[in-house]
């Protein structure tokens, strides 16, 4: 993938997810560290494992090859910052002039990118593993309402719901752009029988919920995807989806969404 393509379309009426493995081999390891900058590259080298660098290595090499797709700048001269909050975006001086926005989500097996224009957006993926302490994490960072309904459910369907709420609601807090001095408890969302996700946001996190619009889908057997997405028109956005072998193939995906906002 490279910078010299026609760039892809891409409206404020849309969203477009791209899909990736995380595992690669050193061929196209070489090909995508050559990409990177001198702190990826760095932050690359102190992860331990090496299923933990590939992942990290993937992760970057992703955002900056898809967004070259989209605006006339080869994928090795993004250039990215930090807010205050820990949160990756195009640094001022790259992002003056472009509405560009993105946010990445990984877990073992898949990366997923988001990308779309005008408006703030989070995304995370999780694979369904078994977890030792789920009613632990569950009481620190669900609402009593999602915890009671978690608890009302038989025992097989709890895992995917935990995780269901869990990706819902850190889509929120990515799409917020304000990370974890968002207070877990401070919102939930409710699952209805018939495929609605509601948010519901206290008021002291002075925010509405009617700004947010919400989706879930399972991109692969195993594993739960949520999307959170400002609300910048009347007209539901259309969301997009692409698998990519970087440096290799892209085909575009169909999804079709479990859960969606009213």
Known sequence: MTADRRPMALSKAEIHLWLSGDRVDSDKAARCRSLLSVDEKQREARFVFERDRARHLLTRTLVRAVLSRYEAVDPADWVFSTTA?????????????????????????????????????????????????????????????????????????????????????????????????????????????????KLDIAPQLSDQSSRWQLWQTSPAPGYVLAICAERVQQQSPTIVARRLVVFDREEIIPLQFDRVSP
Not at 95 to 103: H, M, S
Not at 105 to 128: F, P
Not at 138 to 151: M, R, S, Y
């Open 85 to 197: 909050y820990g949160r990756p975006e195009i640094a001022g001086s790259m992002a003056r002039g472009r509405d560009l926005c993105f946010n990445v989500s990984h877990t073992a097996g898949l990366i997923v990118l988001g990308v779309t224009r005008g408006r703030a957006l989070g995304i995370d993926v999780e694979y369904l593993q078994p977890l030792a302490d789920l009613w632990g994490i569950a009481e620190h960072a669900f609402t009593p309402a999602e915890v009671a309904e978690l608890a009302g459910l038989p025992a097989e369907l709890r895992l995917e719901r935990f995780f269901q709420h869990w990706t819902l609601k850190e889509s929120y807090i990515k799409a917020r752009g304000m990370g974890v001095s968002i207070p877990l408890q401070g919102f939930g969302v409710q699952l209805a029988q018939d495929g609605l996700a």
